[in-house]
């Protein structure tokens, strides 16, 4: 999977050309060399657009809206992994380089206009091939760094602390999504999750 990299944010109306120019360093006149054979969808509220067992071909970057990665389980439930809101990417990494079947789905769950890409975006950036590779970098080691983070607070922190990770790392979705889908993501039950709030409301209030 790819998160956020801590790459300068855009506005919803601005596009993914703009973003790769901002981040990257390459000048918007020579942005087309990468993204002149992208795809961009819009996606409604509900699809799906990858499902567990299929192999994951392409690399996602959410222009606007927002997706959901989640498995479930051999008991049918759901266990979401991460939220991709605007100018977050996502991929299946074991799924795409080694063409390994997906453990995961992937749900627009808003209406979204996501940009398809192929790996090879970031294996030949033309004349700016240092500058693309360099990014790639940002994206992967940032990607380890979040994932270590959030192995280690699922295994050892209480559920307040993992609550505000969340709200740290995503801090424009908290009214977007319902309890469950945060619950989930945390891992612990939606009533759970509103005794976290009503301690922290009572901790504030003191």
Known sequence: MYLNCGANQLTMEESFEKYLSINTGIPENEIHVLTHQILKKDISKGTLLLREGEICSKIFFVEKGLLRIYTIDSNGKEHIIQFSPENWWFSDRGSLYFEEPSDYFVEAIEDSRVVFLEKELFDFGGPN??????????????HIRQLQKRINLLLSATAEQRYLNFVKIYPDIMLRVPQWMIASYLGITPEGLSRVRRELARHNRS
Do not use: A, P, V
């Not at 091939?129 to 940032?142: G, M, P, V």
């Open 129 to 142: 091939n240092d500058l693309i590779r360099s990014f790639n970098d940002k994206l992967l080691n940032n």
